[in-house]
């Protein structure tokens, strides 16, 4: 449904006076989700997670120059294209509950945002389909509570009937079991043929869900991997800091890594980003920027990788 | 040293009780989790036992005395979202120095760089963040740390990296820690003992 091929972005900055840099924020991402596929984007914050789900939507700031190819269902996505579809064939389930009107009424935020067709009836049967009572209709976000306001969120984003589901952090900060029911709406919509992208830095949230979960560090993806993969102490992952990202949950190892993920002040170094926090790393790998390839039915940009 | 809290009530304004009659106390030397629903008090507790908030009925004791009403509060609280801690019109070095810390091998542990002290609070992301928010708590005359969902929105690296020096600093300075967190295999794999709030009553486990 989705492909993105070598996806860069850069951003144009002004530094003093009127001389310009240009700062490298994604390098040669490739991604890919098929139609009833859940795949979840894992990293860190400052990982380029939330600029891919930007760039998809093309809602980046005008500073932004994107290089390398997305298609969607096969076509190339234009700025016209994505103008289109964006809230009608591809669609956002933000972050935050904030993020609906505090000063619109429930049932007429989902009825804007129902495209063609007769906009109660599809309103109404939304809400049946997630157990929102008629009286919410008429109420307002601040009246809802956390659970209700929630579902409000994604009844919004999906009733205009959308095939690619952009989900950005749904989850941090919220109860158990608010948790697994927005989760559990994510896979019913991947069950019913869309595709899904979820975006979130916590692994555990990840694997409850995903089918396939594509890594980043420092904006690109180290590895894609299906999610049966995380198990035991990791022997099956591909890369050392997916490896490592498993083997620092609390309930796995516990066992953190030295130092921090490189950031994007000026250009970034030769080789592999992961080689200065990395066990196994060799003179290639400080030399040479390791390409993606394919391993054992997933995929990985570590030369060590077997 | 014991950080106590008994029979103490809260509600904001003319709301429900939040706290009814709540009793807690942390220990020093001790890894105490502090779990439970959402909306249930976790934060408002965290904020009284910090001094932030007075209770309207009982009393927060600090080794039996009340709290001291100035100079250094020896009950230091991190909170979860470091960029609304901090203050954006300051550089790094500046934010540090408010707490008086200077201990450059803690910095070291929590892989803090050199370079960053320089910089502004909207050039670090939240991980970066939050490793100084736990520096400048993590002073000498910190005497138990409040660490309300402190590491929920960073990723599994990070998190174990902070919470190894947390702990270790607290081993070292015998320092008490509440751990609030909904996150129930976090809260497995660093406390001692666990109180459950829900719904006005402390439940034990």
């Known amino acids: 449904m989705l492909k993105v091929n070598n996806l860069s972005i850069s951003f144009i900055q002004y530094q003093a006076g009127l001389k310009q840099r240009n700062l490298q924020v994604i390098s040669n991402l490739s991604i890919k989700i098929d139609a009833g596929e859940i795949l979840a984007v894992v990293g860190s914050s400052g990982s380029g997670k939330s600029l891919l789900a930007h760039a998809i939507l093309g809602i980046l700031p005008k500073n932004a120059m994107v290089s390398g190819s997305m298609l969607y269902k096969g076509a190339e996505l234009t700025p016209e294209i994505q103008k289109k579809l964006r809230g009608a064939d591809i669609t956002l389930i933000p972050q935050s509950v904030n993020f609906l009107d505090p000063l619109m009424k429930i049932g007429e935020q989902v009825r804007c945002s129902a495209g063609s067709g007769n906009p109660r009836e599809k309103q109404k049967s939304i809400f049946r389909r997630y157990s929102l009572d008629e009286k919410a209709e008429n109420q307002y976000p601040f009246q809802l509570s956390g659970g209700m306001a929630r579902r409000a969120l994604v009844a919004s984003a999906v009733v205009g009937g959308a095939r690619l589901i952009i989900a950005d952090e749904p989850t941090p900060g919220l109860h158990p079991q608010i948790v697994r029911e927005t989760l559990g709406h994510l896979r019913e919509l991947a069950d019913d043929g869309c595709a899904v992208m979820l975006i979130t830095h916590d692994i555990g949230t990840a694997l409850s869900v995903a089918d396939n979960i594509a890594v980043f560090y420092s904006g690109t993806t180290v590895e894609i991997a299906p999610t049966a993969d995380f198990k035991g102490s990791g022997e099956a992952l591909r890369h050392p800091y997916t490896r490592a990202l498993w083997n620092a949950l609390p309930q796995n190892e516990f066992q953190p890594v030295e130092g921090f993920q490189p950031s994007h002040s000026g250009h970034l170094k030769e080789g592999c980003l992961f080689e200065p926090r990395c066990s196994q790393s060799s003179q290639e790998c400080k030399c040479s920027t390791p390409e993606i390839r394919e391993i054992r039915k997933g995929k990985v940009r570590c030369h060590n990788a077997t | ?205």
């Open chain 2, 1 to 205: 040293m014991q950080l106590r809290a008994e029979n103490i009530s809260f509600r904001y304004g003319k709301g429900d009780w939040i706290l009814k009659d709540f009793n807690i106390e942390l220990n020093q030397g001790e890894i105490l989790g502090l779990t439970g629903p959402s909306g249930c008090g976790k934060s408002t507790l965290a904020k009284i036992l910090a001094g932030y908030e007075r209770p309207l009925g009982g009393s927060v004791e600090l080794d039996s005395r009340s709290f001291p009403s100035k100079g250094f509060n020896p009950v230091q609280l991190v909170f979860q979202h470091p960029e609304k801690a901090v203050n954006p019109r300051w550089q790094m070095h500046r934010i540090l120095r408010e707490s008086g810390c200077q201990d450059d091998s803690l910095y070291r542990s929590l892989g803090i760089e050199e370079s960053w002290m320089k910089r502004w609070p909207n050039e670090l992301s939240g991980g970066e963040l939050q490793r100084f928010c736990v520096a400048r708590a993590l002073t000498r005359q910190t005497r138990f740390l409040i660490a309300d969902e402190m590491t929920t929105m960073l990723d599994a690296i990070t998190q174990a990296q902070i919470w190894h020096v947390v702990l270790e600093y607290a081993k070292q300075n015998n320092m008490g820690v509440l751990v609030v967190s909904h996150e129930n295999r976090l809260i497995e794999r660093l406390c001692d003992r666990v109180v459950c709030l829900r719904d006005n009553a402390a439940g034990r486990t």
